[in-house]
């Protein structure tokens, strides 16, 4: 049943109508029938759009619902016959796909074969499709999840920001100055009314981030790439390479607005995109030209690669340990470690492997997620 | 008092806001299920102001509760006045209390410092409770509101579960720099503030400043529209708008007022630089 008169009487049908929501994906609990029952016995059920807005009131609760909720309104309430078109922003989401489109095949992910209907059969709805989203593989995803993950990232890195910031602004207070407050209090007879907290300097860190962008990356740097366009967007001190056979600084790249035009940039000016591994002349190359600009004792290195290198393995060694001598901490995220019975036993990564401090996945959002535990614990 | 929602819309325009019949019918709801109302939308565009209007409509005091980064219960609900407690401790130290008297004593209700939470729902008279900003929250302060927003009750640990005189009409308000618990928007009727439309702008315009021309209120107005399609830092809201017109009004007669008071809108060098290319040059 998908319309009111397929009920006897009015509340039966309101009660069909929060069936009907819930199966677009609005949470109309027990309570939401309740409300709007007792909003129709207001009188709001003789004027129908005020009824609309009424039941839009509870049954929604952010501005996309409200949106959906308008087509299964009309559809429930007054048109009979109609189908809600479930493939609405398809258009939008085509369109802007289309502005990146050149860029994505640049790194080998514009041929992506799934079509349309393939793509809607897939998606499902709730905090479950998001969950399952964080956790795809970034070489599984087609181009709508792609999209999709674009715009849960941009969320999801927003709000792991706030809570590192709140948290270490949090980490620095509690701590007493017994003196200051013994002072302070002397007027109080040495009754500890008011507590003197210490103040602390304000540790400032960098994170810097160098990304392979190699031929056996291409199923991933791409999404690594869009990951540290909104990570800038959030962690300002961040700089970025890309590297491959020869190492460029991006950080410029990622501070523009727009995706689109960051990976037009990136497209245009990286020559070695695709190319073959060289990982230990590449960080030689940033230990000897930026290593002094861009490294102090409060940098984070996070190198994002799968390991594969050609070069001398001692080049690798010495590069690696001189980077980890001027990190504050220096992490690996290794998009194979997510494959099952992934072992590092190439030769770049067992050579690399000793140096570390961390060394995690990055196949999925999720595994960059985890890169929060590793901003507060530095 | 209203039995209509479209009785709300001339009231509240008296009051100087200009309202819609949606966001009427949601007030109407509002008021009659005694529900928090959660009001999310870009800055400026006017959701603090519904929750004035609304203490001002219904003749009921406001009680604003800012949120922030790190607020707490202590700061939000309720703290015990420690000097107050310590001192009393110092003059019944030496007194006939009992400890259990004493212990009775200081953590009375004399004792308790009101914070806006617990001030709105104990008073001897209805209130309006204004939560703003409840993004900028942390997640546990939201799972504190739960309690609240159901059931409009307070425990307090040491005096137990402290039962609203009057239910408060709550508005919450979020700029939606996060996504809020389903907890918490499951216990709410929820309105998406969208930026007001040219007429509705236009309108709001001559409200505020009656003696506008009307052609330059619409040029205002257009200019606005115009500027919030660009990608700028920060999108102009209502009260820029307005701040915006006050300041041609008071540079009319000089050279070009229009451009010159546009630091009454735009609060960056690229958004200057921004709309200086595209609407001015």
Redesign the interface.
Known sequence: MDHYTDYPTFSEALVGFSHEARKYGLQSGIQCTKDSIASAMEGLWLDKDQFGYALSALFCHSQEEQQLFDKIYNRYWRQKGTRINDKRDYKNKSKLLKQSVNSAVMVGVGSTDSSEDTVESKTTTGSNSKETLKRTDFSKLNMIQEKQLEELSEKMISEMSLRIKRRRKKAKQGQIDIGQSIRKNLQNGGVMIDLQKLKQKKDKYRLLILLDVSGSMDKYSFYLLKFLWTLKHHFKQIEAFTFSTSIMRITDFLNDKNIGACLAQVSQNAKHWSSGTKIGECLQDFNDNYAKRYLNGNTLTIVLSDGLDTGKPEVLDEAIQKLKLRSKKLIWLNPLKGMQGYEPIQMGMKTALPSLHHFGSAHNFESLLQLENILLDA | MF???KELIPVIDKLGYVIE??LA??L??LL??E?P??L?GNPGVGKTQIAYILSDLMGYDLVRLQCY??LDVNNAIYEWN??KQ?LAI?IHERGLKSEQETEDLIFGEEYLLKRPLLEAIDSDKRKVLLIDEIDRS?EEFEAFLLELLSDFQISIPELGTIQAKHKPIVILTSNR???LS?AL??RC????VNYPSIEKELKIIKKHIPDIESKLAEQIAAYVQQMRNL?LDKAPGIAETIDWAKGIAILQGQDNPIYNSLSCLLKSEHDMKLVTTELFS
């Open positions: 039995d209509n929602p019949e949606e019918t949601v109407f709801l009659k299920l529900k109302l959660l999310e980064e790190g420690y000097q310590l110092k942390d720099t996060r996504e389903d928007k499951r009727l929820y309105h998406w990608k």
